[in-house]
């Protein structure tokens, strides 16, 4: 005698193929949202992180700025003298930032932040500005109200826009716009 099976209740291959479809359409959508919220928070890191190097660059100028007595502003260099025989200079050298102090006779040159703190940045560019935007001419004294204007491009983790900030100076302190 032949015993018939039981049906069992089991799934058929059909509804075992439209279930792992589907399941495979769910895990595509939730794998595509998390690279792209992966991606968005590193956009947002790298961008908050360039912005502190700018702003770390920044004030760095600016409190030098603050204790000039004139500036001379010529190829992308700001070259700042004080009372006497005392000057800084900053000026853009592949890429970084660096500062030349003349006390006297001494000089000494360095690197405004250490290389690690660009991260794949590039500074394009600084000048001085005056109030309504145009470059403070070379030989002048520090005006009261002025303008820094550093440019950054950042590497290819941003696509490689630049990023300019300025830092309008007044009196009483500093504003970014």
Known sequence: MIKHLKNNGGFTLVELIVTMF???LVMTSVSASLISFSNHY???NF????????????????SDLRDADGVETADGRIAISFYGPNSVEYY?????????????EEETT?????????KDREIEGIGLLDRDGNAVPSGSAVPSEFILNVTLVPGREDGGSVLSRGYAVKPLGMTEY
């Open 22 to 24: 589907i399941m495979a």
């Open 42 to 44: 590193s956009r947002i």
């Open 47 to 62: 961008m908050a992180e360039t912005n502190d190097t700018l702003d770390s660059i920044a004030k760095g100028i600016l």
């Open 92 to 104: 853009t050298d592949g890429g970084l930032l660096y500062r030349t102090y003349r006390i006297g």
């Open 110 to 118: 360095e690197s405004v932040l250490p290389p690690e703190a660009y």
